[in-house]
T-cell receptor
């Protein structure tokens, strides 16, 4: 399983943008980059995923480096509800494969 | 639609006992995966069931087993409990094809005394 590296923790202020980095230097051409987050006392929830191009959805944006060895999850205006552990995960394009390999993630603290 | 439900939410057992945890997936989902979350090891994949068959398995001892029923509901069993089995057990459901989003339940908190 390909490995990802994330900072253990980050801190930001409410209503400011947050950039969460992830390194995945051993990514293969068939790996998608997924982000999940886990709010306190809840199970993880899907945030966003991408392969090569930058992606946007209602929750966040995903910026993927041209060589795909790193990516950044962008929360455009953080709220207190965004305080969570964010996980960057590589998922291979294998038909039906549902296994997620979680690293330690980044614990994001949002200051009011 | 209703989310993934897990029962019970909390459980206290003693060493040597066995335990069964239940997971009801989102309606229409055929895949159920189980994860163990501990402070030391983080989130680790246990196994996945799809259409009543185990399709993928993590690196856990044989004391950990599971099954899936025809309605896609799944159970996980841990026999001969050890103190180190104390953890949050999470299940996730999805359609089970391609790059599906996985939807997690709230988990079952198991404490082994």
């Amino acid at each position: 399983d390909a490995k990802t590296t994330q900072p253990n923790s980050m801190e930001s202020n409410e209503e400011e943008p947050v950039h969460l980095p992830c390194n995945h230097s051993t990514i293969s051409g068939t790996d998608y980059i997924h982000w999940y987050r886990q709010l306190p006392s809840q199970g993880p929830e899907y945030v966003i995923h991408g392969l090569t191009s930058n992606v946007n959805n209602r929750m966040a944006s995903l910026a993927i480096a041209e060589d795909r060895k790193s990516s950044t999850l962008i929360l455009h205006r953080a709220t207190l509800r965004d305080a969570a552990v964010y996980y960057c995960i590589l998922r291979p394009i294998i038909q039906g494969a549902q296994k997620l390999v979680f690293g330690q993630g980044t614990r994001l603290t949002i200051n009011p | 639609k209703a989310g993934v439900t897990q029962t019970p939410r909390y459980l206290i057992k003693t060493r040597g006992q066995q335990v069964t945890l239940s997971c009801s997936p989102i309606s229409g989902h055929r895949s159920v995966s189980w994860y163990q979350q501990t402070p030391g090891q983080g989130l680790q994949f246990l196994f996945e069931y799809f259409s009543e068959t185990q399709r993928n398995k993590g690196n856990f001892p044989g004391r950990f087993s599971g099954r899936q029923f025809s309605n896609s509901r799944s159970e996980m069993n841990v026999s001969t409990l050890e103190l180190g089995d104390s953890a949050l057990y999470l299940c996730a459901s999805s359609h089970g094809t391609g790059m599906d989003t996985q939807y997690f339940g709230p988990g079952t908190r198991l404490t082994v005394l």
